[in-house]
């Protein structure tokens, strides 16, 4: 039957056939099957009832007549197989005790006898004579045993043996008289349970007929209500099949949409970040584009190598509350949360359906207590900023007045913008170093070129005047001195060019290690720019140990790291100003320090100085950034470390340490 795609026609043509196939049907026909369903259920029922009953009564009779007779008809043999064993026990050994044994069994027995023939013609008729038989057989050999005397006295043992031999032949059939009887009652038993068993398979073989019957009763009756149904089956398949395509149309067109929509604003998005190189407007634009696309408010924080936490951007769908936000206030501090510094240590986006409390209450502004209430976050995702496999910053995305959930899908989007956002960043930024590199390589090599050119145009200078006017003799080692310096300069000034080049590509510093007397060595350095300290009125002073201290180290080398440490002092120390030159033994190592009352180094330029080329605005055109690197190469080749502490207007100390020979008690002495 061919049904029409219309749901509502299906329907009508269903009804329609479901009349054709119900009206000619005659009453008896539906009557008739169905009377004989009843009757056959009826009979189903009571069958089992009828069976149940009569195997109650055969398993009632086994278990209180046929059961028990044969355990007592068992004891009864067992206690006259007994007496035989009494007699002998009571002949040889003439002992009381046996006699009061063989009384005892004897009256078991009356009393064993006095159970039984009460059921004995309930258990069966063959089971009462048999129990008569056995009666008689015993009072034969209870009358013999008296008779012979066997029980009251002791016999000779020819006497005995004989007498013996004459009764027993009753003591045997007595005994045989009560195997049979327990036969019997095996019988019984027997008997009862194949009635059972007869009576079960009976009820099975009906129990089937009659189902079976009724099943092609039910069948038969069945047959139009299945035709009926199939056809409103067929009708309710098809409204449901229109139903379900036109939900999965739906669904469809709607994801189709979906994901045209967010591929759209990722493209919108993708061109907003990358139409800036400033990282701080990205970090705006992303926050301006998470929110109200995403979220209610949006925080974007800064994280630092070591780990800590700046708010950097910030935007939120109502403008009150974005001044509110907006207005100058100490950044809330929560990287100490668990929570967060453990999304610091393994980055990873996170959804939250409901804020903790320690969490709520960092959100907003840190000089207002009831921050958490203004902005009343409900649910919030947490999105890293991943840059090179490091993160760089985190993104909080809130929901609060619009009650948004959360989704995947949100957060997979979420995700996707965070990483366009990152990579964005990171571009911006590596071209600010790229631009920075290339002016302070632009200046170092300005620098560089000015430095070889002062000692090239001396030497140039001067061997030509010497050429052109040779000057008198007493004069030619004065001028050849002045040549040998600016010489001196220039490869001085190479060797650094090259030892950075070196430490650059990854490799050490060559040294060449010896004993040195840190007192010696340190009066050499200082020597050396004691003068330079006096012509700046500039108080020079060194404390080593009282007691010899010996390092193991490169003396030329150690001369170089500690002369850049010290010239670098004098340099930044204004007149009148102090520098300080002290060791200290420290356990296995000698640590060298400097320190001048400087202008000092801002804390975010710590990490910087021992960069090649690196110089601070205020010391640009100064030298050529090289010292400190270099420095640093030495004592690391040395197996040793260097560091600075530094306070703004304060000074500055570098610390370097150096491995000891010896271990020497320390002791400050002035120089």
């Not at 400087?598 to 030298?623: D, H, V």
Request: aromatic content about 6%.
């Amino acid at each position: 039957m061919r049904m029409s795609n219309d749901p509502n026609t299906a329907m009508q043509e269903a009804a329609r056939q479901l009349d054709r196939l119900t009206g000619p049907v005659q009453s008896w026909r539906r009557l008739l099957p169905l009377a004989f369903i009843i009757l056959s259920l009826f009979a189903l029922v009571l069958l089992p009832l009828i069976v149940r009953q009569k195997t109650r009564l055969l398993r009632s009779e086994m278990e209180t007549y046929v059961g028990p007779a044969e355990l007592l008809v068992d004891d009864f043999q067992t206690t006259l197989s007994s007496e035989l064993s009494l007699i002998i026990a009571f002949q040889a050994t003439e002992q009381r005790q046996f006699q009061t044994s063989y009384q005892s069994a004897v009256d078991e027995e009356a009393r064993t006898y006095a159970r039984l023939k009460p059921i004995a013609g309930r258990i069966s008729p063959e089971f009462q004579d048999r129990l008569e038989t056995l009666q008689l057989a015993q009072k034969r050999w209870h009358s013999s045993v008296t008779t012979s005397e066997f029980i009251r006295r002791s016999l000779p043992s020819p006497i005995f043996l004989y007498q013996l031999f004459q009764v027993h032949p009753l003591l045997s059939e007595t005994l045989s008289a009560a195997e049979n009887l327990k036969k019997e009652a095996r019988a019984a038993m027997a008997e009862r349970q194949e009635a059972i068993a007869a009576t079960e398979q009976r009820n099975v073989r009906i129990s089937l007929t009659l189902t079976f019957l009724a099943l092609i009763s039910a069948l038969l009756v069945a047959w139009l209500g299945r035709r009926m149904r199939l056809l409103a089956e067929e009708a309710q398949r098809q409204r449901g099949e229109a139903v379900r395509e036109t939900d999965r149309a739906n669904e469809a067109r709607a994801a189709a949409e979906a994901a045209e929509k967010r591929a759209a604003f990722l493209a919108d998005a993708s061109r907003e970040l990358t139409s800036t190189l400033d990282q701080q407007a990205i970090l705006v634009r992303l926050s301006q584009l998470c929110v109200p696309q995403l979220a209610d408010f949006c925080l974007i924080d800064d994280v630092s190598v070591e780990g800590d936490i700046s708010r950097v951007a910030l935007a939120h769908r109502k403008e009150a509350k974005q001044a509110w936000l907006d207005q100058p206030g100490a950044t809330p501090s929560y990287g100490a949360l668990p929570l967060i510094r453990d999304l610091i240590e393994n980055p990873r986006m996170i959804m939250l359906g409901e804020v903790p409390d320690d969490l709520r209450s960092c959100l907003g502004r840190a000089d207002r207590a009831d921050s958490s209430s203004i902005l009343e976050p409900r649910s919030l995702m947490i999105v890293p900023l991943i840059a090179r496999n490091q993160i760089t910053g985190l993104v909080i995305l809130a929901s609060a007045e619009s009650r948004r959930p959360f989704t995947d899908v949100d957060l997979q989007l979420a995700q996707e913008l965070a990483l366009r956002a990152a990579l964005a960043r990171d571009n911006a930024r590596l071209y600010s170093d790229s631009q920075q590199a290339v002016r302070s390589r632009e200046e170092i090599l300005a620098i560089v070129s000015h430095d070889l050119r002062s000692p090239l145009t001396t030497i140039s200078v001067t061997t030509s005047m010497m050429l052109e006017m040779p000057p008198p003799p007493e004069e030619i080692p004065e001028n050849l001195q002045v040549i040998r310096t600016s010489a001196k300069q220039m490869a001085r000034l190479i060797t650094d060019l090259l030892d950075v080049t070196r430490i650059d590509s990854g490799h050490r510093l060559p040294i060449d290690p010896q004993p040195i007397e840190v007192d010696r060595f340190i009066n050499e350095v200082t020597g050396v720019f004691r003068p330079q300290a006096q012509a700046r009125r500039i108080t020079l002073t060194s404390s080593v140990p009282d007691q010899p201290v010996v390092i193991d180290g490169d003396h030329d080398r150690l001369v170089q790291a500690l002369s850049n440490l010290v010239g670098n002092a004098l340099k930044f120390t204004p007149e009148g100003g102090t520098v300080s030159i002290k060791v200290e033994s420290q356990e296995s190592q000698a640590v060298f320090s400097v320190s001048d009352n400087g202008p000092g180094i801002e804390a975010e330029n710590l990490n910087s100085i021992f960069e090649p080329y690196w110089q601070m605005k205020r010391t640009a055109r100064m030298g050529a950034g090289l010292g400190l690197p270099i420095a640093r190469g030495i004592i690391e080749a040395h197996g040793g470390k260097i560091w600075v502490e530094s306070s703004p207007e304060k000074g500055t100390t570098f610390f370097f340490s150096v491995p000891l020979q010896t271990i020497a008690t320390s002791a400050a002495s002035s120089i």
